[in-house]
């Protein structure tokens, strides 16, 4: 069912609300993956306030659905979500990457409440994610396991492996989501390992794929749902985003993968924010 306009317009402020926490939290730790949190941001955005079945207030609740973030180096886009949704203290975003901190670069599940998985070695979320998708299967429970990866991620074998696992055991209840925003650490994707033809790659490995607009939140709901549906195959969302959305000098910018910004350009990158979330709603009508 498509999004009704006015739950679209709260995602859009959430998200900008997001944006610009992703870039405080950089700037209290001094640096941080910022392009790829910014990618990543409107799915998290649409997962966490509109899909997801869990409770802030019970995190080890068993009936949850599980998120995996495969690519997690982006810890600084996803702890802003965990604080904003009451998992944690918004306060401790202040001391995010910092020595003794219980968020570090890559959150730690033990540490962080709310975290279904400790990620950050690359290639390991899929398997994961895979593992909790039969695990419900074998305890006769509903809930459904998203896991988001990354494109440069999907270089790592053991994606693929996972891949063939889930198609295997026709694991529909998994929901695999790729951050297409095209770049990786040093570079682009097709000029550092070529993903082409991504799309007929998952689904010669099984998969039902759905290739959309990763910033949109009404072609992310569809594809959502298509999945929630799917009987017969699992489904890959291959999310079509920009790296450092949302700020020009950033904005499809492998190089910055990951930054630090002094004074000005962290008023540069406000607003720009400002504007793009502008832009965002001017595009939206009732
Ligand atoms: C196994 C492993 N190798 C290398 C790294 C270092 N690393 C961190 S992020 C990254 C690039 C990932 O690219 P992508 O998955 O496209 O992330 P995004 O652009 O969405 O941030 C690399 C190589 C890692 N975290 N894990």
């Known amino acids: 069912m498509p999004l009704a306009y006015e739950e679209v317009i709260k995602l859009e402020k959430k998200a900008h609300q997001l944006r610009h926490l992703i870039i405080d939290t950089i700037t209290w730790a001094g640096s941080g993956h910022v392009g790829g949190a910014l990618s990543a941001i409107d799915m998290l955005t649409i997962l966490y306030y509109k899909y997801l079945n869990i409770d802030p207030s019970q995190p080890d609740w068993e009936e949850r659905d599980r998120f995996v973030l495969s690519k997690g180096h982006i810890g600084v886009g996803f702890a802003p979500v965990l604080a904003d949704k009451g998992f944690i203290d918004k306060e401790s975003l202040k001391t995010y990457n910092h020595t003794g901190s219980d968020l570090g670069m890559h959150l730690n599940m033990l540490k962080v409440p709310g975290l279904d998985a400790s990620t950050g070695s690359l290639g390991h979320g899929l398997p994961l994610a895979l593992g909790m998708g039969l695990g419900a299967r074998y305890l006769k429970k509903t809930y459904k396991v998203y896991c988001l990866l990354g494109d440069g991620e999907c270089n ?9 696992g889930i198609a295997h055991y026709q694991a529909t209840n998994v929901i695999t989501i790729v951050d297409r925003n095209q770049c990786m650490i040093d570079g682009r994707t097709e000029d550092i390992m070529k993903l082409e033809p991504f799309t007929h790659k998952w689904e010669s490995f099984g998969f039902a794929v759905k290739s959309i607009d990763g910033h949109d939140f009404q072609q992310l709901a569809e594809a959502i749902e298509f999945a929630h549906q799917s009987e ?27 930054a630090g910004f002094d004074d000005q350009k962290v008023k540069e990158c406000k607003k720009d924010l400002d504007e793009y979330h502008s832009q965002r709603l001017q595009g939206r009508s009732e």
């Open 232 to 258: 017969d195959k699992p489904t890959c969302i291959i999310a079509n985003t920009f790296k450092g959305n949302g700020v020009k000098f950033m904005q499809d910018n492998y190089k910055y993968h990951y």
């Open 156 to 164: 790592e074998g053991s994606v693929w492996e996972a891949a063939m």
